[in-house]
């Protein structure tokens, strides 16, 4: 199988599994007990106007029929209204994705670069680089977001007063002001990242330094810098990238707890606060764009191990 | 240079040890050779016998643990007590190794052709563009059919001769002096391990590159072979010619190897095993290694016998040496 047809194959396969999510994201919310517009009524809606908000929302449908009216509708770029402001959820989506993809993608950047550096110095360092950063781990992986972020606000923004404890301004009012409040936020979700990440990449680093071929590569005259950047790292890449796929999902969870905390109006917030609300479009709205961005770093993180592995796309043991 | 006079690349006294809860093994004691311009050297010995760390110690490839003696000379120069930086200089220039297993030497995520540009560019100061084209032409030179659609290809998509013969390319890159190639074959098909033997062969005689060439096969010596070193248990026993090893061994343990492989021995000969066991290098006997394997041991073995001989007809270490006496008695 050549890189193309792996890539094409890959594409097509992911065009089933957004539909599954779709299915999913909609059952979920249906399966739920007790009647959404019920709840969003209150004890003193009459049967009158539960059967009138029932027919507005279209719950009085057959299931299938709301769903591919729903599913319609996204195909459309049409997210529903929300419940409460009775706004189209997809305008709402295209204020609150670029909050939540902004506090990731930075979280994932900086963990990778400090994951990526610390690790790779790891395998190769001495025992007390060894040492300090498995402590760093140990940190890393075990004290819980929120927590983290507590105590960060704590420190930089109660105490030193740095930084603004939480609020958001977009990045196109106020670029610097936009910065200003995301370190925190960002510092929260990447510190469990970056161990994560160090530790797989620390891991994966050490076993290509142990192959046979760093022999062969010293009987080469290869010095020590190609040795590890060159065929080290690159061997260990695949490895690291898939890592940083899954933990990828990871980080959209603790979005949510972040957001929340930090008051960052993202996607994450916004199921948080709708499903207090029973505002069930809404939290649909909101699953639907988390778990599709899940989905597409998935669909990217397996096209970037291809290619920096020849060896997957043409099926080969590694 | 040095090529043309004196050895391309002389062991002197070599030692070895690496240490285990036994106490040091010595894996190489006290081996003193010399493999000139042109020849390919055959080193042989069973498994375990320490062939691989002589030819690790010659690199300077050995772990830091090892405790190393003597000298390794190549050119002027004691290798052993050459700083890894000069090492890595020399490594891969003007000595190179070639290891048992093509599918583990190569990178697995490089491309073939990179790999032997690889070793261009770390001790020629060429641009991409022309380690490149060298890279191509030394791949043409090693046998590989359509050298320029496999450069940029991944080890995995070929077989382990053309690996190997990648491997090799690499290894011949910068037209070094001195070729280690430890068990170049073992790892391969019998029919391409003969077609590997021809391609050292060719490249030595056009480029008059010194081949160690390490194996356990007797049948890969009789091939390509020049001289023969043969090893037992950390130490040379004999050194001669290929014809001389084959028609005349003069050490026991030499003679015991030869019969033991199949179709060398007189027609009808049985495949005899050399009784007893090869012995515990982190306490090995005194004096000669062989002796308590060996047929005609006498007090004497217990005194290590010197590496003794003349060019015509070898050299042994052994106080009872075989044909020599056979042939002089002929004669
Ligand atoms: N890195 C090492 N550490 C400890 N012992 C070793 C090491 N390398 C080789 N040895 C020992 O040295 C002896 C010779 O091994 P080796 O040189 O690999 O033999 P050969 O190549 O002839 O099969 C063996 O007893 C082996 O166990
Ligand atoms: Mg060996």
Redesign the interface.
């Known amino acids: 199988m050549t890189r193309l047809t792996f890539v094409v194959r890959r594409l097509l396969l992911t065009i089933p599994v957004l539909w599954v999510m779709t299915l999913f994201v909609f059952m979920i919310l249906r399966l739920i007990p007790g009647d959404p517009v019920r709840t969003m009524l209150g004890f003193r809606a009459t049967p009158e106007n539960v059967a009138v908000a029932r027919h507005q929302l279209g719950l009085d449908e057959p299931l299938w029929r709301q769903y591919v009216g729903w599913l319609g509708g996204l195909l459309h770029g049409d997210l529903g209204n929300d419940l409460i402001s009775h706004a189209p959820l997809s305008e709402l989506m295209s204020q609150r994705l670029p909050v939540t993809l902004e506090l990731t993608v930075l979280s994932m950047l900086l963990a990778i670069v400090i994951g990526v550096t610390l690790g790779a110095w790891a395998a190769v360092g001495s025992r007390r680089v060894r040492s300090l950063t498995d402590g760093a781990v140990v940190l890393g992986v075990s004290i819980p977001d929120f927590w983290l972020g507590i105590m960060l606000v704590l420190l930089f923004a109660a105490t030193l007063g740095w930084l603004p404890p939480s609020g958001y301004v977009p990045f196109s009012d106020d670029p610097a002001g936009n910065l200003r409040y995301m370190v925190l936020p960002v510092a929260t979700l990447a510190g469990a990242e970056a161990a994560y990440i160090l530790r797989t990449t620390r891991g994966a680093m050490e076993s290509v330094l142990q ?3 760093m ?9 020590p810098f ?1 040795m590890v950047a060159g ?1 080290g790292l ?2 260990a890449a ?1 490895t690291v990238v898939t890592v940083i796929g899954i933990q990828f999902g990871v980080l959209l969870g603790g979005a949510i707890v972040v957001e929340t905390l930090f008051g960052l109006p993202g996607v994450g917030r916004l199921i948080v606060t709708s499903i207090n609300q029973r505002n069930y479009p809404a939290v649909q709205a909101g699953v639907l764009a988390v778990a599709t961005l899940f989905v597409l770093v998935s669909l990217a993180v397996d096209l970037v191990v291809a290619w ?4 997957v796309a ?1 099926g ?1 043991g ?1 | 240079m040095t090529r043309t006079t004196g050895p391309a690349l002389a062991l002197d006294d070599l030692r070895v040890s690496f240490p285990s809860a036994q106490g040091p093994v010595s894996a190489v004691d006290g081996v003193s050779l010399e493999l000139r311009p042109d020849e390919i050297l055959g080193l042989v010995g069973e498994s375990g016998c320490g062939k691989s760390t002589l030819a690790n110690a010659a690199m300077g490839l050995l772990p830091e643990s090892a405790e190393v003696s003597g000298a390794v000379r190549l050119g002027d120069r004691d290798l052993t007590i050459l700083a890894e930086r000069d090492l890595r200089r020399i490594r891969g220039d003007e000595i190179a190794m070639v290891f048992q297993d093509p599918s583990t030497s190569l990178d697995p995520v490089w491309t073939v052709g990179d790999q032997v540009a690889e070793t261009i560019r770390a001790h020629r100061d060429v641009s991409r563009r022309e380690a490149k084209a060298r890279a191509l032409k030394l791949m043409r030179e090693v046998g590989i059919p359509s050298a320029e659609q496999r450069y940029g290809e991944p080890p995995h998509r070929m077989s382990g001769g053309m690996k190997q013969r990648i491997v090799i390319a690499a290894a011949l890159a910068n037209d070094p002096a001195v070729l280690i190639a430890d068990e170049p074959t073992t790892a391969l098909d019998v029919t391409i391990q003969a077609q590997i033997l021809q391609l050292l062969d060719g490249l030595r005689q056009r480029r008059g590159t010194a081949v160690l060439l390490i194996t356990h096969d007797l049948g890969v010596v009789a091939q390509v072979c020049d001289r023969v070193a043969v090893m037992y248990a950390g130490q040379l026993v004999e050194v001669a010619t290929t014809e001389q090893i084959f028609s005349h061994p003069a050490h026991p343990y030499t003679e015991a190897l030869l019969r033991a492989v199949p179709g060398t021995g007189e027609p009808g000969a049985e495949l005899t095993v050399i009784p007893g066991q090869v012995p515990d290098l982190a306490a090995p006997p005194v004096g000669c290694r062989f002796a308590p394997r060996c047929p005609f041991a006498t007090e004497e073995c217990s005194i290590r016998p010197p590496l003794e001989g003349d060019e015509a007809h070898g050299a042994v270490a052994c106080w009872h040496p075989r044909s020599r006496d056979r042939e002089v008695t002929a004669r």
Not at chain 1, 215 to 223: M, W
């Open positions: 192959r046979p071929s022999t062969y590569l010293r009987a080469k005259g290869i010095g190609r065929h690159r061997n695949p920096l592995d020849p060896r043409d080969v590694t």
